[in-house]
T-cell receptor, first 113, second 113 residues
């Protein structure tokens, strides 16, 4: 595997389910990000981790819970989601949490019923 | 104001033509303007970027034009090819905000053969 990988690629869940999204980067980077991409809307930054520490939470509802056990792995735990949470969730990584280029994974397409 | 406004929402160009996508911003503190390209099923990837100390940057068939006084910047794709068909996002950032990127809404480009 190279670059940034995300699993699963597609996910359908009910509003009462609990699921997790996984991201893994194979680039030796130290910073990782979660973004939400909705149709015809700008990408929304959700969380930033730098050296496993959360450095930014962009006022994300608590039904989204990130976890970064090490610099290579990032999870997004989902519970009690709403239909409006349906979107493409993108993970990205960069060498540092400054102006370095962010490399994105292919995303997880989430549908909340 | 942190928004970046992008237009058009969609664009259809004939092979060999010039594709032009425009972005406007309000926050004069923005000092870095990248463009990202996203193919279906893939995450965005950095295409080209410019800083406000230059008015133009060219990489191959891709050119960014920057007008600081008008607070606008645009992406020009010369000799557009069907393989350029993708969604393009402009973005802007402030050095003091580190990795935080403010994205435009995206432009879906279709290049007809």
């Amino acid at each position: 595997e190279t670059g940034v990988t995300q699993t699963p690629r597609h996910l359908v869940m009910g509003m009462t389910n609990k699921k997790s999204l996984k991201c893994e980067q194979h680039l030796g980077h130290n910073a990782m990000y979660w973004y939400k991409q909705s149709a015809k809307k700008p990408l929304e930054l959700m969380f930033v981790y730098n050296f496993k520490e959360q450095t930014e939470n962009n006022s994300v509802p608590s039904r989204f819970s990130p976890e970064c056990p090490n610099s290579s792995h990032l999870f997004l735990h989902l519970h009690t989601l709403q239909p409006e949470d349906s979107a493409l969730y993108l993970c990205a990584s960069s060498q540092g949490a400054g102006r370095e280029t962010q490399y994105f994974g292919p995303g997880t397409r989430l549908l909340v019923l | 104001q942190q928004q970046v406004k992008q237009s058009p929402q969609s664009l259809i160009v004939q092979k060999g033509g010039i594709s032009i996508i425009n972005c406007a911003y309000e926050n004069t503190a923005f000092d870095y303007f990248p463009w990202y390209q996203q193919f279906p099923g893939k995450g965005p990837a950095l295409l080209i970027a410019i800083r406000p100390d230059v008015s133009e940057k060219k990489e191959g068939r891709f050119t960014i034009s920057f007008n600081k006084s008008a607070k606008q910047f645009s992406l020009h794709i010369m000799d557009s090819q069907p393989g350029d068909s993708a969604t393009y996002f402009c973005a802007a950032s402030i050095e003091a905000s580190g990795s935080r990127l403010t994205f435009g809404e995206g432009t879906q480009l279709t290049v007809n053969p």
